[in-house]
Structure formats: C-alpha cells, structure tokens
T-cell receptor
C-alpha cells in the first residue's frame, strides 16, 4: 500500500532564516505531488504541484519554492522566511486525476 | 470564479442526532467532488469521491450525495468519535488541482 511521509511535524524558525520541508511517497511510481498550506480555520491553499521529476507548477507568487529531485520526493523551500509564512503545510500525492492523499503536515511558526 | 462553499461553519450535535453538511460548488466542468475528514493537527483523510449528479457513497454512518450544484454529507446517529472537521473539494476537467472549501467543524457530544 502507498504511504506518504512528511517531516518535521513541527518547526519554529526565526524571520529571515531558510526553510526546507521534505515529503516522500512509498508504494507507487510517478505520483502527482502537491504542497498545500492551511491557515487557521480556513481551507487549503494550493502552493505547488508536480506531475513529474523537475516539473513544478506554482499557484501562488510568494517567497517559497518547490523542487522534485526524485520521482517520489517533493521539497518545499524558502531562502528567507517571513512572519506570514507561518501555517500548516501539507504534502499530498495522487494517482493521476484521482483523489489526493495527504501527509500529517508540518506546523511552521515563524518568530 | 470557481469556488467551493461549505455550511454551516460549525455544528454541534448530541450523540445519535442525525444531520447533514452542505457543500456548494461553482465549478465549470466538474470532474469530481471529494469529501475529507480532518482531525486536529493531522492531514485530511480521504472519505469519498462523487463524479456525477445522483451518485451516492456510504461509509459507516456517513453518506455523501451529489446534485448539479451541491453535495451533502449525511451523518446518521453520530458518535463522539465522528467529531472532526469535514472538508469538501472539487476538481475541473483535465485539472490536477482541487479547490477546497473552508470546512465544517463537527462536535458530537455524548
């Protein structure tokens, strides 16, 4: 069966520091991969998605970036964090156009 | 603009008191309507996919239905462990993206 791993679970970072969140999927090949952000009490906002290695689509202009160095690895990065980057970050995968399956998220607090 | 709206924002039920959650969508060319359950501090857990008006899916005390403009998640005789936030999302033809509603927070009291 397929599993998705996302880490770390929580992270506290100062303003201006870099960020790297990692997500890996097991048990499937060539999944579509996604990064979402969820603000408190609000819906999920799509940040990036990828349909293949090196293919990244950005949905929201911001100081975040994403990379897919391997088939089942998706990384969310920032060179300099802003206070507004605080939130709950979720990685997800899907088998083509099927439903998304989410990891357990990273709670990021920028201080 | 493609949009998904959920109501109510919050719902309190007594154990055994059945009710329904609403998800209205304005998406051109709906490909699928998805329901998720999210517990505090966790990622959303996939529940159902509905593809066409009139379709119904069931899982334990939950039943999801779909019309041309909205979807309902019916909860029959809920238990405290059904307490969670329920999210719905829609996707358009040939799109990998899901548009999420802001969710309904359900609290079931014993």
């Amino acid at each position: 069966s397929q599993t998705i791993h996302q880490w770390p679970a929580t992270l506290v970072q100062p303003v201006g520091s870099p960020l790297s969140l990692e997500c890996t999927v097991e048990g499937t090949s060539n999944p579509n991969l996604y990064w979402y952000r969820q603000a408190a009490g609000r819906g999920l906002q799509l940040l990036f998605y990828s349909v293949g290695i090196g293919q990244i689509s950005s949905e929201v202009p911001q100081n975040l970036s994403a990379s897919r160095p391997q088939d089942r690895q998706f990384i969310l990065s920032s060179k300099k964090l802003l206070l507004s980057d605080s939130g709950f970050y979720l990685c997800a995968w899907s088998p083509g156009l099927g439903p998304l399956h989410f990891g357990n998220g990273t709670r990021l607090t920028v201080t | 603009e493609d949009q998904v709206t959920q109501s109510p924002e919050a719902l309190r039920l007594q154990e055994g008191e059945s009710s329904s959650l609403n998800c209205s969508y304005t998406v051109s060319g709906l490909r699928g309507l998805f329901w998720y359950r999210q517990d505090p501090g966790k990622g959303p857990e996939f529940l159902f996919t509905l593809y066409s008006a009139g379709e119904e899916k069931e899982k334990e005390r939950l039943k999801a239905t779909l019309t041309k403009k909205e979807s309902f998640l019916h909860i029959t005789a809920p238990k405290p462990e059904d307490s969670a936030t329920y999210l719905c999302a829609s996707s358009m033809d040939s799109s990998y993206k899901l548009i999420f509603g802001s969710g309904t927070r359900l609290l079931v009291r014993p």
